[in-house]
């Protein structure tokens, strides 16, 4: 067969494997984390999150089409389109494979075209299919989410540079940079990520183009794509929209035209010089000053896709993240400002503190910051100043130098330094190495091409099973509980992929060093520079592994060409080239496609995994009509609104989330009617709040007696009247928080005019509720709550979201009332026996837990992900315990008695963590006092086989000095098993009882040295 006609087909092959195997393990509905943000976004084309991802969204949108109006099938269609641009990616990886392979065998003369093109075709599908088949990149490929997509992007650059490489001597071969440089303007609209292939695309043509190749010119060519990548970054990407918003500024506030005139004339002067300095060239027969103007036409060209952003925030749907719909604010959306600066090249260490400044300093330090301009009524008014003040201990490559929450003390105990002792620049370095490049990069090349123990979160955990990697060959010695060993996530690879991997690559360096350089540097820009660029401070919100997805790919280039390199040693021993080739195929499809495949399914088969969309759904029906949320994180907020604006499921409640209420935008958007969702009664106009304004309140105890009613602090801290300000050090005059003593003066009659409280609790109500601010200050969220809560009058119910931290529930805690999922904010009298988080309301969340909420098959499922078993696992089994506890102490006993049976029925018996088996330990005694001693001892029996199984791997590792003892664990697990032995005996289960007492009494023997006796 002909050589380009096979190659197509095996190519269309490795596309077809890919798809059927996504397709048959896409998730069925939303996902967690961005993905109900991106459907959501993409099915009602609204704008996401920074810098945004507009290309994507009209991508999905396409596919989204698919569900021919069924809105419950739009997320499969969305997850599909991932799938297919995943498939696709695979398939250019195979041909880039191919041709890199073609020419690594160009001067192999003993080998015939037949044996030669087996070579190259088994490269191709070992290195392909090995991919299609890692860990990472089929997490990504079976959701809405971007990294595929951009992954694709990637795969279709590098292999156009290699056609172009191909046919770089034929006319009009030029023609591959333009459609290169083309798809590097669309991949803007999709991720960022794929401008870090720009140095080794730049490397490929000086090989090609070059004059001279030497290490000195090939050294200054690899810096020379390092600056192209920096104009595309910052002079294409960033200051084209600088440009344009300071263009409006002149036309806006010194012209006084309309917004949008300068930004309008600026483009028409860029699109102009561009035009003529292509037909310049063209004139004056100028080639590569032609090429690089239509590169920049083109690049421009595809990130012309972010026009959608201003003219969709124009229209201001209900998910208008920062409302970009003027020349600063989309500037401000671009450069990500929302999440802050981190220092790169020179900064803090995170136990530096900043210099003590006079007045007068601190002035001119603030105004020799960068002006921030927002949209005003006529004109662009100034915000503020960004500035920073500066610190008296600073280094060169701050790693180390986030003081925000826990990450002073995470620095203090991953690098040993111990109280009192000073951060220092080998503490800088050594945390680079051992934390930022080894734990968050290294960790997770090892995930997909050695094994992975499990899928709990690992990050600050260096020597320990949980999220660490394996080979698997020495795991049977190691005493491994049944935790890991039968767990969904362990996927040994015996580091087969690694080593083909290796293999191809030394192969690759020996045999043409140019081009193995190109693989090197792709491999390189997509990986350790992202890590040594980004700067990440520690404790993530989640693994990072799918930022660094296309330096696996680069990887699985040398997987492909390992192939060749094992042919090329049996070759010696065989002698036929032929049969060499295709044993080095058949032996490296098995140790590294074939053998991913058979150890990855089981963990990435999502299709009956509803967890996501029920959670949500759950946290919706938790509330009564009209309700007012409040959510925090991504998990409690992106599903939820993927349910709502795709669904229209409870389109009455309102989501507030209080990471995003401490902006301007997201305000103003709260005072707007979204969907059946009235406005929220937030009072303040749009100046009181708005950028730079108010951004913080601090506390300035008057020593104010009592407390202090709500609105009346409220009118306080959002006065304009002098009298309401004090002047700080920097020179501001600003609003102050005078007390933390607030109350609010409960009307009974609204109360029960507005069915706040159950009948039954009627007599309850407070006729005040009194609480104590738990900040000492007031951020814009908590300006903006306390706006809600002043002046709502219990015209609608006020949730709080359970995954809600305390830090955010500003004291409330005695007031609030568990209803399922949320909590319902009730003015009724303390109750100081009470725990705050076990108070329920009890017979409105027995309604609600039987009849209206979903479990998102977790019981039948094939495989559950991290956050459904670690997240939300938790969460259901806490709030069954609570719930049935309190239908036990309120005189419910048969209430209690189908409650926890509706338990067993739906979720699955399963251990995260020794947290759960202490949790099932309560529910074990309640299944006792509504006497199905069965199903208690059943339970029971289930929480010692995890206890013991535990247990007996911490003792291996204590008796053999390994590193990565779980102290806590054990002392929860021994006190566990002695709380079973009371709780047994007090239930007249006298067998398990002594059971339970001779474990405990061993274990505590042999543990003594670390917990005591």
Known sequence: MQYNRLNNLLGWLCFVIAAVTYTLTLEPSVSFWDCGEFISCAYRLQVSHQPGYPLFAMIEKAFSLLSLGNKAKVPFYTNFGTAMTSSATVMFLFWTITALAKRLTAKTNDVAAGPRTILIMGAGLVGALAFAFSDTFWFSAVETIVWSTSTLCTAVVFWGILKWDAHSDEPGADRWIVFIAYVMGLSIGIHLLNLVTIPAIALVYFLRRGKVIDGKNTIIAILGGVGILLFVQFGIIQYTVKFAAYFDLFFVNSLKMGFGTGAFVFFVILIGSIVYGILYTIRKNLPRYNLAFLCIAFIYLGYSSFAYIPIRATADPNLNNTDPNNAFSLLSYLNRDQYGDRPLVYGQYFDSKQKDLTAEEAADVRNSGSIVYRKGETQYEVANHKYSIPYERNTIMPRIYDQESDHPQFYKDWLHIADG???????????????????????????????????????????????????????????????????????????????????????????????????????????????????????????????????????????????????DLIRKAVKNPQISGLIATGVCLLAAPVLMASKEWKGHDRSTKWTPHDMAYNYLNSCAPNAILFTYGDNDTYSLWYDQEVEGIRPDVRIVNLSLLGTDWYIRGMKHKMNESEPLPITMPNEKFELGVRDVIYYDDKKIPGSVELKDVFDFIT?????????????????????????????????IKNNVVPAAQQDKIAPVMEWKYTSNYVTKDNLAMLDILAHNNWKRPVYFAVTVGSENLIGL????????????????????????????????????????????????????????????????????????????????????????HKYLDVMPDIYPDITIALRKNYLAQTLYDVHDAPSANKMMASIDAYVTDQLNYDYYVLENNKSGLNVQEIQYGVHLLESMASVTKQYHQTELSSKYEAQWRDYRAKFAGVIGQ
Do not use: C
């Open 719 to 751: 006065s304009d009247d002098p009298n309401a300000k004090v002047e700080y050090q920097s020179g501001e005059t600003l609003n102050y928080l005078p007390t933390k003593n607030f109350k609010i003066t409960v009307n009974a009659a609204d109360v």
């Open 421 to 567: 002792q000073t951060a220092n620049f080998a503490d800088n370095v050594k945390f680079m190495f051992s934390w930022q490049i080894y734990q968050m990069y290294i960790r997770y090349f090892l995930w997909n091409y050695v094994g992975r123990y499990n899928d709990i979160d690992g990050q600050s955990n260096i020597s320990g099973i949980d999220g660490n990697w394996t080979t698997g060959f020495f795991d049977n010695s190691k005493n491994l509980p049944k935790s890991v060993l039968e767990s969904k996530s362990y996927t040994p690879l015996y580091g087969l992929p690694l080593i083909i991997g290796l293999l191809g690559a030394a192969y690759h360096i020996g045999r043409n060093r140019r081009y193995a350089l190109v693989v090197a540097l792709l491999f390189f820009f997509t990986g350790l520079a992202i890590i040594l660029y980004v700067n990440q401070p520690p404790l993530q919100p989640r693994e990072r592994d799918y930022s660094y997805v296309s330096s696996f790919y680069a990887f699985a280039i040398w997987i492909g060409l390992g192939v060749i390199a094992l042919a």
């Open 813 to 900: 805690q005695p007031y609030l009332y568990k209803e399922g999922f949320a909590y319902h904010l009730m003015p009724l009298k303390v109750d100081s026996a009470a725990k705050d988080q076990d108070k329920t309301n009890t017979l409105v969340m027995y309604n609600n837990v039987m009849n209206k909420l979903k479990w998102g098959n977790m019981k039948n499922a094939r495989f559950l992900d991290h956050e459904s078993t670690n997240m939300f696992y938790p969460v259901i089994l806490s709030m069954f315990i609570n719930l049935s506890q309190n239908l036990m102490a309120e005189g419910h006993a048969d209430l209690a008695s189908n409650l926890v």
